[in-house]
């Protein structure tokens, strides 16, 4: 079945530095989704990515999608302490089968030293 | 605007107990539903998921069972639970195209902790 790996699997940063988490999928995706998840919360969703070679940013977030629909990407300009928690990739597969549901990445959990 | 609540926020259970865990969706019709749990505060496991009223997709072969009775209801059930079975148990919704597929973004509940002892 499809698998979605994340690498790495735990960052610590010092407050200001930038921060990067990648996302490899086994399958091409029809589109990848990342969530961030604060310590004892929830998932909340970030930002959907569809198109090959997308690139997205949201303030200090940058997001991309790569050009074969297998790998994305989200760095972090100057972390800071609200960027704390575990930031999740997911994508359903492009190959039709059952398309409601999404595979997640194991997640990286970033912490930032102040 | 769509809301989803999930209850209880924690529980502890003895092995061999039941469980019944609810999660009900507002502001929206006809979601896909979804149960994970997460073990360690790391990923995400999907259980079983749901695109309408009876319609139940297991992920993972387990002493667990779902069900959706209402459109926006759905519940996570067990006759005896075992030690493996604690974790994070979280609900999401997904908004769903009627007789096709969305690939929408998933908004979580806020999760039951369960602890088996």
């Known amino acids: 079945g499809q698998q979605v790996m994340q690498i790495p699997q735990y960052q610590h940063v010092q407050e200001g530095e930038d921060f990067t988490t990648y996302c490899n999928s086994s399958?091409?995706?029809?589109?990848i989704q990342w969530y961030k998840q604060r310590p004892g919360g929830h998932p909340v969703f970030l930002i959907q990515?569809?198109?090959?070679?997308e690139v997205k940013k949201q303030k200090r977030l940058t997001f991309q999608f790569g050009e074969a629909k297998k790998n994305s990407s989200l760095h972090i300009t100057a972390t800071q302490t609200t960027d704390v928690g575990t930031y999740f990739c997911?994508?359903?597969?492009?190959?039709?089968?059952?398309?409601?549901?999404?595979?997640f990445g194991k997640g990286t959990l970033l912490t930032v030293n102040p | 605007s769509q809301t989803i609540h999930q209850w209880p926020a924690t529980l502890v259970q003895p092995v061999g107990s039941p469980l019944s865990l609810e999660c009900t969706v507002e502001?929206?019709?006809?979601?896909?539903l979804y149960w994970y749990r997460q073990a360690a505060g790391r990923g995400l496991q999907l259980l079983f998921y749901?695109?309408?009223?009876?319609?139940i997709s297991s992920e993972v072969p387990q002493n667990l069972s779902a069900s959706r009775p209402q459109d926006r209801q759905f519940i996570l059930s067990s006759k005896k639970l075992l030690l493996s079975d604690s974790g994070f148990y979280l609900c999401?919704?997904?908004?769903?195209?009627?007789?096709?597929?969305?690939?929408?973004?998933?908004?979580f509940g806020p999760g039951t902790r369960l602890t088996v002892l």
């Open positions: 997911a994508g359903p597969p492009s190959n039709g089968g059952s398309n409601y549901k999404l595979t």
């Open positions: 502001g929206t019709s006809n979601p896909n």
């Open positions: 749901s695109v309408g009223i009876g319609q």
């Open positions: 399958t091409t995706l029809s589109n």
């Open positions: 990515l569809v198109k090959s070679g």
């Open positions: 999401a919704w997904e908004g769903g195209l009627a007789g096709g597929h969305s690939y929408n973004e998933q908004f």
